[in-house]
Nanobody, 120 residues
Framework: QVQVVESGGGLVQPGGSLRLTCAAT????????MRWYRQAPGNQRELVAG???????IHLDSVKGRFTMSRDRDRNMIYLQMDSLKPEDTAVYYC??????????????WGQGTQVTVAS
């Protein structure tokens, strides 16, 4: 079993910054990738950033230049630095971890999410 825990969300004014943290612990064999998603009320969950063979990458065009993803591979942690936040960034941010096991193949794990609210 793998536990995924996000932290760092909160209420911030437009133009402010937040740093999200995701930690994966437990029965981890090989991590294929770790990703950040977000979901605003009434919207589908969307991919914000993820780790690839070349390293952390921001996927969502609307946050490029404002968000930065980093990774601590040894500690199975990822971070999302969010700067110049806008009200439209308001959402629940989720961490997704995909781990590979020889017996079961790839398995997805999700955290409980952390709320980010951007408002004045």
């Amino acid at each position: 079993q793998v536990q995924v825990v996000e932290s760092g969300g909160g209420l911030v004014q437009p133009g402010g910054s937040l740093r999200l943290t995701c930690a994966a612990t437990g029965d981890i064999m090989v991590i294929n990738y770790m990703r950040w998603y977000r979901q605003a009320p009434g919207n589908q969950r969307e991919l914000v950033a993820g780790t690839t063979g070349g390293g952390p990458k921001i996927h969502l065009d609307s946050v490029k230049g404002r968000f930065t993803m980093s990774r601590d591979r040894d500690r199975n942690m990822i971070y999302l630095q969010m700067d110049s936040l806008k009200p439209e960034d308001t959402a629940v941010y989720y961490c997704n971890v995909n781990s590979y096991y020889r017996t079961t193949g790839s398995v997805d794990y999700w955290g409980q999410g952390t709320q980010v609210t951007v408002a004045s």
